[in-house]
């Protein structure tokens, strides 16, 4: 392993090539998905990047000595990381005023000087407006990468400004890649997954208490997948729900389907005979890409809903199920 998993390649190779032919833009927007290791991929990119030696491929390795690379874990001097201090802060002002001053320095190699914004959308507003400042004038030589999952969450401003990336979805083979032989058996290979389709594992103790609740869910799901019902009147049966029992349930139930369409069985679920049938015909039916979006809409949602006061719960319900209708009528 070199230090970057397969699916950051052509990504890699893409800025690298922009950079040889003198066309690397200033400002990077590159959204992933929790659990792909994009963060670490920055580091490994900004290290690449600033790197003074001539061989830049996908093989380059991050223990080349040269000067730059040399003290780039020790800290280099034209390269900056801002992120939350502490998990779910915000990021500051204060923070992105030293981004400024770091970019007003003479770069010390005579190179770029790089600065990674990780959870970017952690950005206050102040922070944001602060950011769009240096994003508009940008100094010479400087390169701001910014890293999220929640695009929505950006000052649209902001992400004007920047050249959005996505990271793309890692094939199961590219995930079974990783894992050592004892890993692939199959209750491992589902730990696995569900680890890696969101944070921890929900139990059924975090969902709504009635299997009956979930069973409605899965059929509100599965009926605006078959063109039928409306998202709008769907969405008024969950807004008497916790909203955390609404989100957990429906962001299990998706991770549920990736897994299934992988083969797996419903194990942790108590589902009626029905629901089971619904689920299953919806597992067979829609790409797993889908499925990703859907989570990734999950939880922009559940975002916005706990940090704006704006935000109704209903009006977040009412979004899920009309993006759930948009997409799956999209792929049939
Ligand atoms: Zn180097």
Redesign the pocket.
């Known amino acids: 392993m070199n230090g970057i998993y397969p699916w950051f390649e052509d990504l890699y190779r893409k800025i690298h090539l922009y950079k040889d032919h003198e066309k690397l833009g200033h400002a990077y927007l590159i959204l992933d998905h929790e659990g792909l290791g994009t963060s670490n991929f920055c580091f490994f990119l900004a290290?690449?990047l600033?790197?003074?030696?001539d061989n830049k491929s996908s093989t380059w390795e991050d223990t080349?000595?040269?000067q730059?690379?040399?003290i780039f874990k020790s800290g280099n001097p034209d390269f900056l990381l801002v992120e939350p201090r502490e998990e779910g802060k915000q990021i500051t002002i204060e923070q992105i005023r030293k981004v400024s001053h770091f970019f007003s320095l003479k770069s010390h190699y005579e190179g770029q000087k790089i600065c990674v914004v990780n959870s970017a959308e952690s950005m206050n507003t102040n922070a944001s407006n602060a950011l769009l400042k240096i994003l508009e004038e940008p100094p010479k030589n400087a390169l701001t990468i910014l890293l999220s999952q929640s695009v929505g969450l950006i000052a649209p401003t902001v992400r004007s400004r920047c050249q959005i990336m996505k990271v793309p979805e890692p094939s199961q083979d590219e995930i079974m890649a990783l894992l050592s032989p004892n890993e692939k058996n199959s209750f491992l290979l589902e730990r696995t997954g569900v680890s890696y389709f969101g944070n921890s594992f929900v139990g059924q103790d975090q969902l709504k208490s009635s299997p009956k609740e979930l069973d409605s869910l899965i059929e509100d799901l599965h009926t605006l997948a078959m063109k039928e019902g409306c998202p709008v009147s769907s969405a008024k049966k969950y807004s008497n729900w916790k909203s955390n029992e609404f989100f957990n349930s429906i962001e299990l139930l998706g991770r549920h389907l990736i897994l299934m369409s992988y083969g797996h069985e419903l194990k942790k679920l108590q589902l009626s005979t029905l629901a089971k049938k619904n689920f299953s015909i919806l597992s067979q039916a829609l790409p797993s890409d889908f499925v990703f979006e859907l989570i990734a809409d999950i939880s922009v949602q559940r975002n916005l809903f706990s940090r704006s006061p704006s935000v109704r719960f209903l009006d977040a319900i009412e979004t899920i199920f009309v993006q759930w209708v948009i997409k799956t009528r999209r792929s049939s």
């Open positions: 290290q690449s600033l790197c003074q030696a080349c000595q040269c730059s690379c040399g």
